[in-house]
């Protein structure tokens, strides 16, 4: 299968908001990734905002690559921004040094940094309010590991985990955002947070999952990238609940996948294009996109979260959009 057929399939199940129209006018755009699609959380997310910018005339491409090659990494970013052929790069985890390196050498290229930020002239960066999104995320880890009523799978003991990739700022702030929110609903809660030591590991992410549940996790949450996949799986295995992250994966174990904390890459990327067509872009700023305005969202598997449940959240999230509450953050 081809590029134009996985974007034009990822197409149909964007959510349609309401965003900028762009006219076919060859605009052109390409993402030059540091991983492959599949992964059914960041990357598939992003192109999702990319096939929708083709669909409406924006010529779109994603550069997929090993991400175990970051030579091909920065080979591809240059290739691009030397090619003189696309009016905006996207690029995102992973690049920030390849980045740095690069836009100053093209101060005409337009670069969009999403995930991370990049103070350059020539460059918008992106971010995302995980720290809140993180922080609903914990709150019905907290509710589901203490409420054998609902979640039958729990043992009722108060004890989570956090499988997480690396130890980084930005895993730090989903770590701060989720037990923010656990402490809040449960104060006693037990928190394991364990690192895999990268972002590719399924293998590794799994059987540190089950070794969390053998230590009383009731509620594991992903926040691992691919190797997250590891962890869901882990969860479904040892019959208990798990909550995804980057895009809805609820799916993918729906028995046991209590709920998804998106980051909302497609849409952001989406409107970042029509941004720049309209000349409304702030390059050289960090835009961050939160719970306010929808740029990270918890979706819940309605199969398995009540509604009595969902509102004990929705709550917790008032709190925090309206400023009662401010969720710790890494940054």
């Known amino acids: 299968m081809n590029m134009k057929h996985i974007l034009s399939g990822l197409a149909i199940v964007a959510t349609l908001i309401s965003g900028p129209i762009f006219a076919q006018d060859n605009f052109s755009t390409v993402y030059v990734m540091s991983d492959n699609l599949g992964d059914m959380g960041f990357n598939d997310n992003a192109a999702i905002g990319f096939a929708r910018v083709e669909e409406e005339g924006v010529k779109a491409r994603l550069l997929q690559a090993s991400p175990t090659d970051p030579q091909l990494w920065r080979q591809n970013l240059e290739a691009v921004s030397n090619s003189g052929n696309w009016d905006v790069i996207f690029t995102?985890?992973?690049?920030?040094?390849?980045?740095?390196?690069?836009a100053p050498k093209n101060p005409d290229q337009m670069y969009v940094f999403?995930?991370?930020?990049?103070?350059?002239?020539?460059v918008l960066s992106i971010k995302y309010?995980?720290?809140?999104?993180?922080?609903?995320?914990?709150?019905?880890?907290?509710?589901?590991?203490?409420?054998?009523?609902?979640f039958?799978?729990?043992?009722g003991k108060s004890k989570i985990a956090i499988v997480a990739g690396m130890d980084l700022p930005i895993i730090q702030d989903f770590i701060l955002g989720f037990k923010q929110g656990a402490i809040t609903m449960v104060p006693d809660i037990e928190i394991q947070i364990i690192f895999i030591g990268n972002f590719n590991d399924a293998q590794k992410a799994y059987d540190l999952t089950r070794t969390a549940i053998e230590n009383g996790a009731n509620v594991v949450y992903n926040v691992a990238g691919p190797a997250g996949l590891g962890t869901l799986k882990a969860a479904a295995d040892s019959d208990k609940y798990a909550?995804?992250?980057?895009?809805?994966?609820?799916?993918i174990h729906p028995d046991n996948v209590l709920a998804s904390m998106v980051k909302q890459i497609g849409n952001s990327i989406y409107n970042s294009v029509g941004q720049i067509k309209a000349g409304e872009a702030e390059f050289g700023k960090v835009k961050v996109f939160g719970l306010e305005d929808k740029g990270v969202a918890l979706m819940y598997n309605d199969t398995i979260v009540p509604e009595q449940v969902k509102a004990q959240i929705e709550a917790a999230e008032e709190k925090v959009t309206s400023g009662e509450i401010k969720v710790d953050s890494a940054f």
């Open 152 to 155: 039958p799978l729990s043992s």
């Open 243 to 251: 909550i995804g992250v980057d895009s809805n994966q609820n799916g």
């Open 92 to 102: 995102g985890p992973n690049m920030h040094d390849n980045l740095a390196e690069v």
């Open 129 to 150: 309010a995980q720290n809140e999104g993180s922080y609903l995320a914990g709150t019905l880890a907290a509710v589901a590991a203490k409420d054998t009523e609902n």
């Open 114 to 122: 999403f995930d991370d930020e990049l103070i350059e002239p020539n």
